[in-house]
């Protein structure tokens, strides 16, 4: 059992930052991609950002320039800088990871969420 948990995301004005991050904990023997991903209010879950254990990067046209992902290996740890925030970017933002738990099966993990609101 492989689990993810996030934190940092909050209000923030528009044209402002947050970075959020997210830690994994349990039975890892390796992480292959980690990534975020957000679902806006009544809209379906959509892709982020993801990053692989090579910091092999994928980001959705829209955040391009303006958020960054990047990966701590040794902290099993994944993190997103948000800059220049949008009221679009408003969404619930969850973190997900791939890879091999400790008895080599494949895991697929998500984390609870957290929110992330732009408005002034």
């Known amino acids: 059992q492989v689990q993810l948990v996030e934190s940092g995301g909050g209000l923030v004005q528009p044209g402002g930052s947050l970075r959020l991050s997210c830690a994994a904990s349990g039975s890892i023997f390796a992480i292959y991609t980690m990534g975020w991903y957000r679902q806006p209010p009544e809209k379906q879950r959509e892709l982020v950002a993801t990053i692989t254990s090579g910091d092999r990067t994928v980001y959705a046209d829209s955040v391009k320039g303006r958020f960054t992902i990047s990966r701590d290996n040794a902290k099993n740890t994944v993190y997103l800088q948000m800059s220049v925030l949008e009221p679009e970017d408003t969404a619930v933002y969850y973190c997900?990871?791939?890879?091999?738990?400790?008895?080599?099966?494949?895991?697929?993990?998500w984390g609870q969420g957290t929110q992330v609101t732009v408005s002034s």
């Open positions: 997900n990871a791939e890879g091999r738990s400790s008895g080599l099966t494949r895991f697929r993990s």
